[in-house]
Nanobody
């Protein structure tokens, strides 16, 4: 069982930046992919950014390409999401998720095995 704990959410004006952090703990039989999934009120969940165990392979939703950067510190089992040029459309609950490899099954998916409790991001105009 892998436990995920997010932090770093908050309220920011449009054009601003936030950095989310997710610390993973616990045991997994195999390496796991980590994916940031967000859900806004009344909208479907969206896998915004994913990263492979090696921290080399990444995948972004078109809606965040060029504005968000996902990274992963293997030494501390921490995943980050640097979010720049935020817009009100980025307002959502952001969840840290993870699933065992192969990552090709999970990088763009909202169907993840492990979930954190979420951190709220609110962007005001």
């Amino acid at each position: 069982q892998v436990r995920l704990v997010e932090s770093g959410g908050g309220s920011v004006q449009a054009g601003g930046s936030l950095k989310l952090e997710c610390v993973a703990s616990g045991y997994s039989k195999s390496p796991y992919c980590m994916v940031w999934v967000r859900q806004a009120p009344g909208k479907q969940r969206e896998a915004v950014a994913g990263i492979a165990p090696s921290a080399v392979g990444t995948r972004y939703a078109d809606s965040v390409k060029g504005r968000f950067v996902v990274s992963r510190d293997r030494a501390t089992n921490t995943m980050y999401l640097q979010m720049d040029r935020l817009t009100p459309e980025d307002t959502a609950m952001y969840y840290c998720t993870a699933s065992p490899i192969p990552c090709i099954n999970y990088m763009g998916s909202t169907n993840q095995q492990w979930w954190g409790q979420g951190t709220q991001v609110t962007v005001t105009s």
